[in-house]
């Protein structure tokens, strides 16, 4: 099989119902950006030594490619067959068991955090902010689209998760999260 189509050559693609929309339709930005996010996580792993990361990493790739999946798919006329399977409640629940084991091992968190510390965890908090772009492009395709219910409440859960995810990173690499400091003393305040 070969990897190139040469269908996409006019700025066209194909969403998995076989309808033909623009490369720049709201679909494929939000799954695209889903895909770079899956990427992202990719490198994470590439990054990673810590053994207890990689199947919580690999597990949500898994995930990612359901998202895409459902969101490359138009919803069935009712009657119609789905195409796909469709995240759901499950899937949200999974994330939010995840969130709450990794939590309960982290120190409580009372101020921001400055994104950084061990390399996976750098990693980690760049893919959040990949996710949290996903979630814009999917709010603004669902005011355009019907979608299933699931898929925004799992976007907005997995950035949580992201989170939860570089802080737990950094704690098993006995880096400790690095609380924001908005004191400047560099700064004059006098204004003068």
């Given at each position: 099989?070969?990897?190139?189509?040469?269908?996409?050559?006019?700025?066209?693609?194909?969403?998995?119902?076989?309808?033909?929309?623009?490369?720049?339709?709201?679909?494929?930005?939000?799954?695209?950006?889903?895909?770079?996010?899956?990427?992202?996580?990719?490198?994470?792993?590439?990054?990673?030594?810590?053994?207890?990361?990689?199947?919580?990493?690999?597990?949500?790739?898994?995930?990612?490619?359901?998202?895409?999946?459902?969101?490359?798919?138009?919803?069935?006329?009712?009657?119609?067959?789905?195409?796909?399977?469709?995240?759901?409640?499950?899937?949200?629940?999974?994330?939010?068991?995840?969130?709450?084991?990794?939590?309960?091992?982290?120190?409580?968190?009372?101020?921001?955090?400055?994104?950084?510390?061990?390399?996976?965890?750098?990693?980690?908090?760049?893919?959040?902010?990949?996710?949290?772009?996903?979630?814009?492009?999917?709010?603004?395709?669902?005011?355009?689209?019907?979608?299933?219910?699931?898929?925004?409440?799992?976007?907005?859960?997995?950035?949580?998760?992201?989170?939860?995810l570089a802080r737990w990173a950094n704690f098993l690499a006995g880096r400790p999260d690095e609380i924001l400091n908005r004191d400047?003393?560099?700064?004059?305040?006098?204004?003068?």
């Amino acid at each position: 099989m070969k990897i190139y189509t040469k269908t996409g050559d006019a700025g066209q693609s194909s969403l998995f119902s076989g309808r033909r929309v623009a490369k720049n339709h709201l679909r494929l930005q939000t799954y695209g950006t889903l895909d770079e996010l899956n990427a992202t996580l990719g490198l994470a792993r590439a990054k990673n030594a810590e053994p207890r990361l990689e199947r919580p990493l690999a597990r949500l790739q898994t995930l990612l490619f359901i998202l895409c999946s459902d969101l490359a798919t138009p919803l069935p006329a009712p009657g119609e067959k789905d195409l796909v399977t469709r995240v759901g409640p499950g899937h949200v629940a999974f994330l939010e068991r995840q969130i709450d084991a990794m939590t309960a091992e982290l120190p409580p968190l009372k101020s921001f955090i400055l994104p950084g510390g061990a390399e996976v965890a750098a990693v980690l908090h760049v893919a959040r902010t990949v996710c949290r772009r996903a979630e814009r492009w999917l709010v603004t395709l669902q005011q355009e689209e019907d979608l299933g219910p699931h898929a925004p409440v799992l976007v907005n859960r997995l950035s949580d998760y992201l989170f939860t995810l570089a802080r737990w990173a950094n704690f098993l690499a006995g880096r400790p999260d690095e609380i924001l400091n908005r004191d400047f003393p560099e700064i004059d305040h006098s204004g003068a």
